[in-house]
Every structure is written in C-alpha cells, then in structure tokens.
C-alpha cells in the first residue's frame, strides 16, 4: 500500500513509462512524461522554499493541471484547483479565504493570476518546464510528507453560495483509492472519461485510479456536453470502459434518447453520484447497458467524496428511491436523531454522520463552520473522536440500506406535517413526460413551489401526482422551465431558483 499520493505516480512511471496516462483535446501524456513535468514543478516550488502552503492551480482543464497538482505534492505542499472559467467574484472569495503562496499558471492566463495572486509567488508552467528538476531537492521533500499532510482543499459552495474549503489529507485519498480499488475493480486496463471539474471532488476517482493503477483517463472536450449524440460517439470512439460522472449528465442523454447512438459497447461500470439519479433515467441506462455495472456512490467532499456505496443489483421502480447503500471500508456511516440517539430501526428519518480517517481537517482558514460541522461523536462521552454532521437526511429500508431522502434543510414543516422535499421530486420525476424537477419551499406564502421540465401541463401533473402524493404533500405552485439552471459542479442551482422565486412573489 502505497505510503503517500506521489507513491502512485512513481511505481507506474516505472512499470508504464510510455503508457497514455492523461488524454486532453490537445495532448497525450504518458506517466514517465507525467512524472518528469511533475517534479520539474516540484523544484520551481521548492526554490521558493516553500513547504505544507497553499498553492493554487489556475489552468484550463487539461493534463498539465494533473502535472501541477502532482508537482505541489512533490514538493511537500498541498493544491486548490481554480477553473479559469469561475466567476471573478468567487474566485477573489477562494484567495481571500486560502492566501496562497504560490499560483501555478501559463502564459495565456498569467496577468488575469496576477490580478488575483495578492502575496502569491506566480509560477509559469512553461517555464518551469525549461528548467530540468533537482531530483535529489524532490526527493528530499517527498520524504518529509507524511500520510496526515495535507494533500488539496477543495472548495465547495454550501448552502449559502460561501466557498467553503474542505482539508483533505494525503490518507483520506490513499484510504479512498485503495477501498475504490478493492470493491469496484479498477485496474491498468480501465479507461475513464473524465467529465467533472478538477475542483470538483467526484474527479479524483479518475486522478488517483489512473495514478494508483496505470489506467488511462480521457479529458472530455467540454464542447461535447451540449452534443449528445457526439459525445456518444466519443465514448465509443476511445472504447471507454469507466464512467464517473455526474446523474445531470446520464439524465440530459437520457432525456435527448442517444443512449445507443451509438450503443457504447466497451462500457462496463457506470457509476453516479453527488446528486439523486432519477430512478426512471437509470431504467433506461439498465435497458440499454444491462451487462454493465452500476453503482451509486454518496458522500460530500468533507469525507473524501464517498462514504457509503450501493451495486444496483434489483429491479426498482420508476418512483422508488434508491439506496445509498452500506459504509464503505474503513468509513462508519450512521443516523443520529434530534436527540442525537442512534437510529437503527427502518423508516425513521435521521441525519447521516460520519467517522473514519477520510473525514477532512474542517474547513480552511473558517474555524466558525467547521465548529458547526465537525463535531465531537455524542455517542462517545470517553475520549475525543470527530464526526461530520452531512446535513443529508436518509432513512434504513426493509432490506437494512440506507436511503438518501433530502437535505436536512429540504424538510419542511407544512400543514403541521415534517415533508421531505425530496420525496415530491421522486414522485414528480416518475411522471412520465418529466425530463427534470426540483421543489422549493416559498416560506412566506406557504406553498409548495414546483419547478419542472418536460411535455406536461400543470393540470395533468397535477392530477398524476395525487396518485403518488397524500394530499398535504401535492404541490401549490408549478412552473414549467424550458431548462433547468444548474450550477458549476453540474448540479441543479437551488439559489437561482429561491431567487426566481422570490421574484415572483
């Protein structure tokens, strides 16, 4: 087992020299390629003596920015990708938040990084490439990284739309990739289609399989996600046998019927997560790849990405909910009441919290929140053990799974009835002519609000849903969309909606 991250890297540069590690629109990057621009990297870095800092990647997604995030590891330092693409405002939030010491950028984008570097060193890409690297100086500081280190903080957006930057340590993914690799099978032949940002925490499947394993991750053009038929065409082209991706993603081919435009017949493991898959799409996906694989994974970046996990094995309706599942090694996942009593009965609804060694150090630089969120286990009163509170409510079935149903505040109060919003949004998304919905709590009318996409009128929603739906839990308010918003990390955007909401109010 591998000690640190950059162990990964070192053994399949040696046993794959000139294998593709990383495929982008530009340019192919073997692991000995890889490795050599990593450590070239690693020196800039270390010249500047730096160590255990904030470095922030600010590149367009490609395969240099693996080569940078491998780099500031190297050189005992810990990274934070930033999308060129983000807005300009979270981008100042992101570095008034962390103040990194160095931005690792290239020429095409250096004055937009020095506009925004404050006291941060700018590090050329291309230049640090001119130089060859001291490897005896990268030696030297790998060796001083231990496992606890931090490895990246990565920021996400909460509730409020306030970056938060969770603390990964280089364990929480080495106690990941290992468990990844165990339980779903990875291994030097799997071929992967990246398709999430690099700031987003579903992407570090690809990164450290393909970096464990020798495997081969293809950077997905972002031009195909608004051609379905084409980005069909390009899994099968490149004979991608691993999906990673995102349930908006699965649902939007579904929704457009390309699933087998072309049939993608080298696809073997389909696995989804960070959002619920509407159960009627994954029908459809089951129809279409019944020799494949499909696993829905659950968890925030607070955890390490992943916590629990669950093989679709059975056949669901298209109104049911699926499972989030069971802990995944070596992570202990379970429900606290209001009481912060232990659930283990089904159907009672509780919060999700976790424990275990790929929890993440808080939040950076906001001691404030991470109060809030990582707290002492109430089931232990005997010695100091941190939990995360997910703020995800779900529930145990008959079969002992554990079932997501909402976020801890998507449950209303409504009528003198507890709703989970969650549950509408089941219902209305196995209506048949639904391609997409969401439902909002207007608080100060006191109504259920409806958005949708998809054929239907209100009036036949409407009247489908009292099939499904007691009557205290049938939305008041139905807005037809022509598309449903969706923010950077591809998931449906809650706060534009409140915001139209309040509009219309």
Known sequence: MARIVTDYLDETARLYPDKAAFIDEKRTMTFSVLKEESQRIAGRIIELGLRKKPVVVYLNKSVECIAAFMGTAYSGNFYSPIDTKMPAERIHKIIDRLKPSAIITDESHMAEAEEFSQDAKVILYEEA????????????AKMSVIDSDVLYVLFTSGSTGTPK??????????????????????????????????????????IYQTLKHGAL???????????PAKLMRYLDDNEINTLVWVPSLLQMLSQFGVLNRPHVNSLRNILF??????????????????????VNLFGPTEVTDTCTYYEIKR???DDEMLPVGYS???????????????ITQPDILGEICVRGSGLSYGYYNDPENTTKAFVQNPLNTSYPETIYRTGDLARYNEHGELVYVCRKDFQIKHLGRRIELGEIEAAVSSVEGIEDCCCLYDSDRLIITLYYVGKNDSGNLSEALKKLLPDYMIPGKYIKLPEMPHNLNGKIDRQKLKAMMKGEN
């Open 273 to 294: 997560g960070a959002e619920v898959f509407q159960t009627k799409h994954l029908n459809r996906w089951r129809n279409e790849y019944s020799g494949a694989r499909f």
């Open 129 to 140: 490439q001119r130089v060859p690297a001291d490897v005896g100086a990268v030696e030297a």
């Open 217 to 227: 991750t293809y950077i997905i053009p972002e031009k195909l996600f608004v051609q």
């Open 328 to 342: 995944c090694e070596n992570k202990d996942c379970f429900l606290l009441g209001d009481d912060d009593k232990l």
């Open 315 to 317: 056949p669901f309706a």
């Open 165 to 206: 930057g969770a603390i990964i340590s280089q364990r929480g993914i080495i106690d990941l990739a290992e468990w990844a690799a165990n339980e779903l099978g990875f291994n030097h032949e799997t071929v992967f289609a990246n398709q999430t940002p690099f700031y987003f925490s579903f992407s570090v499947y690809e």
